[in-house]
């Protein structure tokens, strides 16, 4: 659904050169390992169509989503690609698998069943990842069960294991010893299979350790521009950048209270800029001019920018539209219907992200489906 940016109170600008740019990054740092790329949740909020056509033109053979009904999608734009969905094959899904060709991964004795009653239904061994629980108790086999599975010649047989994978839990923070144990289980687990090929590492993960990567990285975020590491100056390229449409300007003196909740008493005659974006379009809440803290990140309000200008929240985000003090704007310079920068360029995402207490991840993923799109670079 495309929205006419005439009648949106936002826009999104999403930049597919700056997409390509991280990702061939990521593609080179990953060298000679394969670098495929994680575009669950519709790509990260930039939409998957668009998203997986640029990264197939930079040379993207692998992608990975979460569900079937993603895996569809992706097949829809690349129909050579090898897609794994990472959910594994749901009961009644099974056809659509076959339909869109999609990979699944498994990680628990049922799903290999299933997985098991298509082959013997095609009359071949069918193609999937096994997924080893190295650590994290979320998704996989543990590593004993993984061992009495291959040596089950029955399911073997019917089983063409594109991939053996892995998933960090810690990889976010650097030289986490959690992520060398599993690295070092994921390693020696695996010898079982010699020959296949290996995937251990997310964004984080081939980031900050070759070690980590094995055959095929699965970056998802720094993909697109959002922070993986902590601590450490983000090297990507902002692919998403959101504005929001002023729709009144208004004086309110020192000493008013503005907002919901009257959260905020005016320390000054303050001009305040309300723009058409509020947490109805994911815009969160949370950001109100509270600020929350978030491991080792900054605690203040979300800020704006328009014009070189930052911008500090101010009241309560509501559910279309917040406010941002533009007291120091000269009135001349800014207008109802100008566009203030709510992330992008200036302000990281990964900033307003902290002052909700959450990651750019949620922040992405949790665009709003009222913005109107553009696509720098697309076809
Ligand atoms: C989401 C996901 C990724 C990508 O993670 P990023 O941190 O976004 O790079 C990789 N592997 C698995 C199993 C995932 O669920």
């Avoid at 920018?305 to 509501?318: C, D, N, P, Q």
């Amino acid at each position: 659904m495309s929205i006419d940016p005439d009648l949106a109170g936002g826009r999104l600008t999403i930049d597919l050169n700056a997409l390509i740019e991280n990702w061939s990054k990521m593609r080179d740092h990953a060298f000679p390992a394969d670098c495929g790329a994680v575009v669950k949740a519709n790509g990260y909020g930039c939409e998957v169509e668009p998203v997986v056509k640029a990264l197939s033109r930079a040379g993207c053979r692998v992608f990975f989503v979460a569900l079937p009904t993603e895996g569809l999608r992706v097949r829809s734009v690349a129909p050579e690609a090898t897609i794994f969905v990472l959910n594994g094959v749901f009961d009644n899904s099974q056809q659509a698998f076959l339909d869109g060709d999609l990979t699944p991964v498994l990680g628990t004795v049922e799903n290999v069943r299933r997985w098991i009653a298509v082959a013997h239904q095609q009359g071949k061994a069918m193609p999937c990842a096994l997924h080893i629980d190295s650590g994290m108790n979320r998704l996989g086999f543990q590593a004993g069960d993984f061992e009495t599975l291959v040596h089950d010649a029955n399911v073997m047989g019917q089983l063409d294991v594109k991939l053996l994978m892995t998933h960090f839990a810690c990889a976010d923070d650097i030289g986490h010893p959690k992520t060398i144990a599993q690295r070092e289980l994921f390693d020696k687990t695996t010898r079982l299979l010699p020959g296949v090929p290996r995937s251990a590492a997310n964004s984080a993960g081939t980031w900050q350790d070759k070690a980590n990567i094995f055959d095929l990285a699965r970056p998802g975020t720094v993909i697109y521009g959002a922070e993986a590491l902590n601590d450490v100056p983000n090297p990507m390229l902002p692919v998403v950048t959101l504005e929001g449409r002023i729709i009144q300007i208004r004086n309110s003196p020192k000493g008013e209270q503005v907002g919901y909740g009257a959260t905020q008493t005016l320390q000054r005659d303050t001009r305040i800029a309300y723009v058409s974006v509020g947490y109805a379009d994911g815009y969160q809440r949370a950001s109100s001019n509270t600020g929350v803290p978030l491991r080792s990140v900054i605690e203040k309000p979300s800020q704006a920018a328009f014009k070189g200008h930052y911008l500090s929240g101010i009241g309560r985000i509501s559910m279309d539209m917040c406010g941002f003090d533009v007291t120091d704007i000269p009135p001349e310079e800014i207008a109802e219907g100008d566009w203030i920068e709510l992330f992008g360029p200036t302000i990281p995402l990964d900033e307003v992200a902290a002052a909700a207490g959450t990651i750019g991840y949620e922040l992405l993923v949790g665009m709003g489906q009222r913005y109107a799109r553009t696509y720098i670079g697309a076809e």
